[in-house]
Each structure stands twice: as C-alpha cells, then as structure tokens.
C-alpha cells in the first residue's frame, strides 16, 4: 500500500515536469489567467468522478482548517511564485523556491511515525545541489534591489512545505477534496487577473492544447496524486524525489528544441538520481526475513 502510494506520488513530479514545457508553448497569456484556466480544467476529473457517485459530494464537508491549508497551498504558492517571477531574477528565484523539497524531508521529522535519516537529508542535499546546477546554469546574482521576489520566493518555499506536510496530518480525508481547492484557486487567480493584468488569448491551436495540456496534468492530475501519495506513501522519499522534477523539466526542454545538452545536466542527473535512491534505500531493500528457532532446529 505505501510503496504504490508512493509512486502514485512521485507521478506528479512527473507531470510536473512538463509544466515549463507546455508553459513556454502556452503563448503569452499572463500567469494569473493562465492559473485561472488552468485549475479551472484540472478540477474537471475530480467533477466528473463526484458527478457519476454522488454520494462522495458528503467527502466536500470538511473541517475550515481543511479548506483553509488547501486553498493557501495551491492558491498561496501560486501566488507567491508569480509574485517572485516578477520581482526577481527568475534564476535566483527559481533556486529559493526549490528548497520545498528539502524542507519536506527535515520537516517530516515532527510527523507521527516518521523519523528522519542521515540518509534523508543527504538525499535531499544531493538533489538541492543538482538543483543548483540546473538552475544556476548562467551564474547567480543575488542583489538587495530584488528582496521583494527573494522574499517571495522564500515563503513560496516554506507554503508547499507546509502544505504537503500539513496534508499528510489530515490522512483521513478524502483526496476528493482537491476538487474543490483546485475550484477556489480558479476563482481567486481569477479575481488577482481581472485586477492585477490584461487579458491575453491563446492564437493557436497549439497554444490551446498546451493550456489544456497544463490543466489535466501538471496543474491538474498531479495535485489529486501528490495528495494522495503524501497522505499514504513514503513523504521523505517524495520529498527528496521531488528534486528531480527541475532536471526533468530541462532534458524534456532540451529534447523539444529548448534547450542544449551540456556537462551540467549529466552531473545533475546523477546527483538528483543518486539522491533519490539513497533517500529510498529502506523501500528498494529487500527486508531480511527473521528466521525463527524453531526454522534452524
């Protein structure tokens, strides 16, 4: 049960591996109404599953503590990661943002039933310096003029930490409930759109396809199997995993003509990998079955 939980997990760092792909592809659409679109297709399964059972409609009632740490996950980290984008180099906002993985695996140390390895947190190490490599690939430029984005991009860091952790202390409920902070998020980008930008429409069929392509699987499938795989799976593994979702994102980039081969990329693959594996070693080794006294008489 944990091991498949885990992998359903680790699908949404797969999809979200294509979210820069299909964003450059996306046209030029601003990111408050691209994120309104987005969610809005990526609350559609979840619709369309409590359309055919209503009775899962009862799962939507929970707690305000529920609503209120998935609407800030999603909405919140969105917000604060376009806030970033916008008021700071995107490299170096881009590198604060991506410490959420490590924080996942130091963090779930205050979780029940968790404790933290030394092979957890040099997993996630390894997967940070990757991280770096990829991200950091024309150099690192830190300056005061740009605290705003830096800050941004910080608490941007610590909200899906949160988040993903918060998710796991609420297990009991139901992975429909994404349906609907995916909805809230729809409504509040779109609101922060209609105020903050100017409405921009996709000019091809291509674009479009991306924009859907965003809302089924990066903005949309992942979040409905991150929560489950959070809730149910190995959340150090994931969070040290998570990592690879910048590496991915730049070969997938660099397959489709974004982007070059380099001898960054290939030391990134093996940090990130290597740290994923370290990081999973109690679910890849084989447990040792204890023989009894009676199996050796």
């Not at 998710?167 to 609907?180: C, K, P, Q």
């Amino acid at each position: 049960m944990k091991v498949r939980a885990t992998v359903i997990g680790f699908s949404a760092i797969l999809m979200w591996s294509f979210l820069a792909l299909f964003t450059a592809a996306s046209g030029k659409m601003p990111p408050f109404q691209l994120s309104a679109i987005c969610f809005a297709i990526g609350s559609l399964p979840g619709i369309i599953v409590l359309a055919a059972r209503p009775a899962r409609f009862a799962l939507l009632k929970q707690p305000a503590k529920v609503w209120l740490v998935g609407i800030a996950g999603l909405f919140g980290y969105h917000f604060l990661y376009f806030t970033a984008l916008r008021n700071a180099p995107a490299v170096e906002a881009g590198l604060i943002a991506y410490l959420w993985p490590l924080l996942i695996v130091v963090g779930s140390a205050m979780l029940p039933g968790e404790r933290l390895r030394w092979y957890h947190v040099l997993g996630a190490l390894a997967g940070l310096a990757g991280t770096v490599l990829i991200v950091g690939r024309n150099g690192f430029n830190f300056e005061g003029t740009y605290a705003l984005g830096y800050g941004a991009a910080f608490l941007c860091a610590f909200t899906w930490s949160g988040y993903s952790l918060l998710t796991r202390r609420f297990d009991a409920v139901s992975t429909d409930v994404v349906t609907g902070f995916c909805l809230a998020t729809s409504i509040l980008s779109f609101v922060c759109h209609l105020w903050l930008e100017d409405t921009v429409w996709p000019q091809t069929l291509s674009e479009w396809a991306a924009v859907a392509g965003l809302g089924l699987l990066p903005v949309g499938a992942a979040f409905y199997a991150w929560d489950y795989g959070v809730k149910n799976g190995d959340i150090q593994i994931l969070g040290a995993a998570s990592y690879a979702a910048p590496l991915l994102s730049t070969l997938i980039l660099t397959l489709f003509g974004f982007g070059e081969p380099s001898w960054r990329i290939a030391i990134a693959c093996l940090l990130v990998t290597g740290g994923a594996v370290l990081a999973a070693q109690e679910m890849l080794r084989p447990r040792r079955r204890k023989t009894s006294l009676a199996d050796t008489t």
